[in-house]
């Protein structure tokens, strides 16, 4: 069998020998807020993150697609001095480890991958996606009372991962490869993991049933699209308007929200400058602005059902799959606690 | 449908320079831009339909979405027809010839000029909707055995805003256009055309208008789309007939951006042309 079994307290070396050959992102606390960011030791890594005491406030995206993040450099008499494609590979030195996500963040990544290679291809997010190998955590029970990744089947994704751990004993994680990437970091670093005996299959294989045990399904996404085009002139919407400040922070927080702005900075010279993207929210009020101060959306209301009427009804029908991956982000960060439960609950009839 | 000419090494997110080669005035805040890329191999393969768009960047300023206004059938170089309306239009009024923008694409889908070959094609638009319907206009002028009956209908906000009144001249003169023209108010009483909004034509040309075989071309603001709608129903006109041009804010082209999101779908993917029937349904399309 190639899946391999790690302890616990080899983790920390696991990481330590990871940073020497890659860009690490593994959870951390960023100014009290836990996140992934780029760890230069095991040290820096928050274990408890890692085992699910707390899900990262800001999702993996923002490997991939930064919260502002420059495009292209350009002169402003000769234009383009450097494209998209050179920048991108400047971010990291190394190729990218991203370590410890769980299985609702590696489908967060997939549905932004598939978005942003559909169509035309976005070389700026692929390049950075293309050398990165994902360590995925399992989890074996809902992590905290607003996950809901049962619902839309995110928490047992069949790609989009390279390697997955499951805690299958206090002491042990079995390491599963899914990738020719995976296998050759257990080949890599064979020294820290231990082949797998009898027993441990037996305690994989009881772990996986508890985990299928333990997911309960919240909400019926099947037919959600219609429900949400039918209730789309009622006014259940403009209830929730109410509460909403319209601040964007679950669209910040969301693993599937892509949405960005693009801007030019000049620099202080005023020869040359640079094009940036960055994370942008649909509850903004300027987001459907146009020249000549025509607003496709201006009221509240429109505002906040085109995200559900994005999420919902546009992607599933374009690519098969919810804008949403259940992770509860939305839910924990909402100033006026408004509940992405309630509001589909709503649309379908049922409370 | 044309492809976006993207060079691979810099991306889709990459613009090409593009030297402004010719610059017309057309109004007292509108003006022509004829842009060429600087990159030959790009330049060769920039293709388009009537009723795409490029987006154009001013660097150092911002990028905007602008329907290409020249026709294909004219090659090595492309127009875009610009008002003075924001940061970027604003700053691009002030460029001379020989400077440097950036262009994407083509993008997006436009009007079929080949599947609607051996219609009679019904133009209607207002305001800047003159821009994209002109690279539809000349196109099917310059094939014009392919096509039935070329009627146009034009209606501007007052007699200073008109544009390409010379072309507009010519297309009176011809005898296989029917051309029409209006303005919504001539203040200044120096106008010795027709009054009145551009719906205000369509009874004029209802006679020539066989419904079965027309294909209308809409283009023009928001408002303007309701009332044409309206008028071209009464007359028979059925909805896969009627092929709307939808603005909206765009900030990639690909869609990946989401600014121009309409019910589930993008109008820079999907659209910008879409027929009547394709958007009935959609929310917050019209």
Known sequence: MLSKIITRQDLPKLIDALVKDYSVIAPTYEKNVPTFSEVKNSSEVEFSILFK?????????????????TVFRYSLTEGITEGCGDISNSTFKKNIVLFGISPCDITGVGVLERIFKDNYSDDVFLKLRERTTIIGMNCLDHCYENCFCESM????????????????????????????????????????????????????????????????????????????????ESSLWEEFTDKCLFCGSCTFVCPTCYCYNVMDKVSINLKDGERQREWDSCYYPEFALVAGDHNFRERKAQRFRYRYLHKFVDLPRRYN??????????????????????????????? | MRNAAIAHNVGVCTPHN???????????????????????????????????????????????PIGITSSPTKRGSFELGIRKVGNVTSKLHQLKIGDVVGVRGPFGKGFPMEEIQNKDLLFIFGGTGYFPSRSAIKDAIDRREHYGKIMILYGDRCPTDV????????????????????????????????????????????????PENTITIVCGPPIMYKF??????????????????????????VGKCCHCGIGDKFVCLDGPVFTLDQIRGVLEAL
């Open chain 2, 18 to 64: 593009a030297k402004i080669i010719k610059i017309t005035q057309l109004t007292y805040n509108t003006k022509l831009f004829e842009l060429k890329i600087e990159d030959e191999h790009i330049n060769d393969f920039f293709d388009y339909m009537p009723g795409q768009f490029v987006l154009l960047t001013v660097f150092g300023v911002g990028e905007v």
């Open chain 1, 153 to 232: 089947n995110s928490n047992d994704p069949k790609s989009g991962f390279d390697i997955m751990l499951t805690e299958i004993s206090e002491q042990k994680l079995i390491a599963v490869p899914n990738s020719d990437n995976g296998k050759k970091i257990l080949r890599q670093y064979n020294e820290l993991f231990q082949e797998v005996h009898y027993y441990d299959i037996n305690n994989y294989n009881k772990a996986i049933e508890t985990k299928q045990k333990n997911f309960k399904r919240e909400i019926q996404v099947e037919g959600l699209a219609s429900h949400v085009e039918d209730s789309f």
């Open chain 2, 163 to 210: 544009l390409f009144p010379w072309e507009n001249e010519e297309y009176e003169k011809r005898k296989d256009i029917i051309f029409h023209q209006t303005v919504d108010r001539d203040d200044d009483k120096c106008w010795d055309g027709n009054i009145g909004v551009v719906t205000t034509l369509i009874p004029e040309v209802a006679k020539e208008i066989n």
């Open chain 1, 321 to 351: 799959f919810e804008g949403c991956v259940g992770c509860g982000r939305c839910i924990t960060y909402c100033p006026t606690k408004i509940d992405v439960r309630d509001v589909l609950k709503k649309v379908r009839g049922e409370s």
């Open chain 2, 228 to 253: 044409v709608i309206i008028e071209l129903e009464k007359i028979g006109m059925k909805s896969e007939n009627i092929y709307l041009s939808l603005e909206r804010r765009m900030k990639c082209g």
């Open chain 1, 53 to 69: 005491e707390k899900l990262p406030m800001i999702p993996p995206k923002k490997i991939f697609l930064p919260a502002n993040q």
